[in-house]
Structures are given as structure tokens and as C-alpha cells.
């Protein structure tokens, strides 16, 4: 069964960091494009950070510059490394695959962000 399990959300001030991780239960991890996408309340959930299997990473404009998206195929785990954070980013958020697939969406981490 496959699990996306995420974690270090929390609660910080506007300008400070946090650090996601997501460990992945998926087959054959290596080869998967892997994201992280935010939802937050009242709004569709987007995606925020994509890594190819390759290393390539795009990000969303609203946070480019700001967030990197990184990958130990080792671990089976993707990170987000989030600087400068804004009250805006407050969400939850979630790792899947890219395009994400439906049924393996976890319980997310919350990141709210305090003016």
C-alpha cells in the first residue's frame, strides 16, 4: 500500500524557514517525479515545487526564489526548504507524484505563517 507521509510544518513568523519532509512508500521512488502542492482553506489545492527523477526542479511564481525542492533517492524522501515565508503560505501542505495521483494523497502539514 502506498503512503506519503509528511512532516515539519508548524507555526512561525513572517521571514522565518521551515523544512518539509516527505517519506515515500512508493515503488520504484527513483524514477517518479515527486512535487509539493499547498491548499489553503477556501482555495483548490496547486502545486507549489516539482522534482523530475532527474533533478530538475520548477516552481510556482509565488514562491520562486524562496522555496527548494530536493530528493534522496536513498531515504525515498523529498524535502522542501522554505525561506522568507509569508503570512500567504500559510496551507497545508502535501507530497504526491507529478501529476498528482488521487489515491495516494496523505494527511499533510500544516504551515501557518504569523504577520
Given at each position: 500500500q502506498v503512503q506519503l507521509v509528511e512532516s515539519g510544518g508548524?507555526?512561525?513568523?513572517?521571514?522565518?524557514?521551515?523544512?518539509l519532509s516527505c517519506v515515500a512508500s512508493v515503488s520504484r521512488f527513483s524514477i517518479k517525479a515527486m512535487g509539493w502542492y499547498r491548499q489553503a482553506h477556501g482555495k483548490q489545492?496547486?502545486?507549489?515545487?516539482?522534482?523530475?527523477?532527474?533533478g530538475r526542479t520548477n516552481y510556482a511564481?509565488?514562491?520562486k526564489g524562496r522555496f527548494t525542492i530536493s530528493r534522496d533517492n536513498a531515504k525515498n524522501t523529498v524535502y522542501?526548504?522554505?525561506?522568507?515565508?509569508?503570512?500567504?503560505?500559510?496551507?497545508?501542505?502535501?507530497?504526491?507524484?507529478?501529476?498528482?495521483?488521487?489515491?495516494?494523497?496523505g494527511q499533510g502539514t500544516q504551515v501557518t505563517v504569523s504577520s
Amino acid at each position: 500500500q502506498v503512503q506519503l507521509v509528511e512532516s515539519g510544518g508548524g507555526l512561525v513568523q513572517a521571514g522565518g524557514s521551515l523544512r518539509l519532509s516527505c517519506v515515500a512508500s512508493v515503488s520504484r521512488f527513483s524514477i517518479k517525479a515527486m512535487g509539493w502542492y499547498r491548499q489553503a482553506h477556501g482555495k483548490q489545492r496547486e502545486l507549489v515545487a516539482g522534482i523530475t527523477s532527474g533533478g530538475r526542479t520548477n516552481y510556482a511564481d509565488s514562491v520562486k526564489g524562496r522555496f527548494t525542492i530536493s530528493r534522496d533517492n536513498a531515504k525515498n524522501t523529498v524535502y522542501l526548504q522554505m525561506n522568507s515565508l509569508k503570512p500567504e503560505d500559510t496551507a497545508v501542505y502535501y507530497c504526491n507524484e507529478v501529476p498528482g495521483v488521487w489515491a495516494y494523497w496523505g494527511q499533510g502539514t500544516q504551515v501557518t505563517v504569523s504577520s
